[in-house]
């Protein structure tokens, strides 16, 4: 029987494609103590990882090794993320370090960086995947704890800077192990709704395990297949999660996604005002436009020499009229339009249509409108205005603490 002779290399190779087709070393996370460290000046870094009976030779390329929140040092206690394979030069087999954080970060903290890492591959991140906000939303759905600071805040926003925006509150769990359950099927019923015309999606500032719900898997591809654009507004300025990076924008707190959805209402009623001139002012030259040219019309078909061939030409000029005055009448029309959804715009926005839904104007003994309850006083005499009619009335006591 012949024998097989093999190769130092070709046992290495062996070697390696069964540690490289193990699919438990191909992602593992070791805990232990630095030692023998050694950065070498391609930027790789080499070192020995051991704990009290046994160690083993690790290596992190300069790619990963970039990306370190702090400078390793011998002696110290890390959790590393990577896999195992072997150096078929040495025949030695060493862990691939991705990822190193120094003991008392935690599973959490790699967790995080491992699924950041693997969505932006992904593409999930990517800027072309972003929708645009509506410049005047008309209804919002805030995602949140219906207990908590954020929707007090997001809704007092609301109603100091537009008060006709209707905020629809989708009241959900934001910490603990359902909470991330509880956030995708919020997020996919305001989707199957259709109602909102953009979701804030946020919770007050915590610890890395309070925010956990927003840097799970499903909360993210939750966010990224939603049809409605959403902001995510989560914890504090500094806080980040992976719901920050795959919403459409990211707010720094709740307060301030509130401030960048809603437009303020004087804004708007000013654009409204300047695209109803621009209307009127267009109307106008149209209309002089076309009467410049049938009076052009008119000297030319005055003058002597077509005086001679007028009774040919009859037809064609009154032809031509009717084509003329019908083009100005579609485009009166159309201008006409225009002008009416945008007039019924702006009754929209208008303090009458508020009274119409069933709430009251107050105005004081000058006729102004009362907008707080800081201006009055006791036995002030007051309007309240109603859909079909007004009553006179004096202030008794002043409550200034108690919100609507």
Not at 341 to 361: M, W
Request: glycine share 8%.
């Amino acid at each position: 029987m012949e024998r097989m002779v093999y190769s130092v290399c070709q046992i290495n190779n062996y070697v390696k494609r069964l540690f490289d087709k193990d699919a438990f070393l191909s992602e593992v996370f070791v805990r232990g103590e630095i030692s023998n460290l050694k950065f070498h000046s391609s930027g790789h870094i080499y070192f020995t990882l051991k704990d009290r009976t046994a160690q083993i030779n690790c290596v992190m390329f300069s790619s990963y090794a970039r990306e370190l929140k702090f400078l390793p040092e011998t002696g110290s206690k890390v959790t590393v993320y990577g896999s195992i394979s072997l150096y078929e030069k040495t025949g030695a087999y060493q862990l691939y370090v991705r990822i190193m954080e120094p003991e008392g970060i935690g599973a959490l903290y790699l967790a995080y960086e491992r699924l950041k890492a693997r969505l932006e591959k992904a593409g999930l991140f990517d800027k072309k995947h972003k929708k645009p906000l509506p410049d005047y939303p008309g209804t919002v759905a805030v995602i949140t704890s219906p207990t908590g600071a954020a929707v007090r805040d997001i809704i007092s926003i609301a109603k100091r800077r537009n008060p006709n925006v209707e905020i629809v509150v989708a009241p959900v769990i934001v910490q603990g192990e359902s909470a991330a359950g509880s956030i995708v099927s919020a997020i996919e019923d305001v989707n199957r709704w259709g109602g909102a015309d953009v979701i804030i999606l946020g919770r007050g500032g915590g610890s890395i395990e309070d925010l956990w719900a927003f840097n799970e898997e499903k909360v993210a591809r939750a966010i990224f297949y939603s049809k409605i654009p959403i902001v995510s507004a989560v914890g504090h300025e500094t806080d980040f999660t992976i719901s920050d990076f795959i919403a459409d924008l990211r707010a720094p707190t709740p307060s301030a996604a509130a401030e960048i959805v809603i437009p303020k209402s004087e804004n708007i009623n000013e654009t409204i005002a300047l695209f109803l001139r621009r209307i009127n002012g267009g109307m106008q030259l149209l209309i002089e436009n076309y009467r410049q040219r049938l009076g052009n019309m008119q000297v030319f078909f005055a003058s002597d020499f077509e005086a001679d061939r007028i009774g040919d030409t009859t037809l064609y000029v009154s032809r031509l009229l009717g084509v003329l005055n019908s083009s100005l009448d579609m485009k009166l029309k159309e201008l006409k339009s225009r002008f009416e959804k945008s007039r019924a715009l702006v009754g929209s926005l208008s303090p009458i249509n508020v009274v119409d839904r069933g709430y009251v104007i107050v105005t004081d003994e000058n006729g102004n409108a009362v907008t707080s309850a800081g201006v009055l006083g006791a036995g002030d005499n007051v309007k309240l205005w109603f859909k079909d009619g007004s009553a006179s009335a004096q202030i008794g006591e002043i409550n200034g603490e108690e919100k609507l």
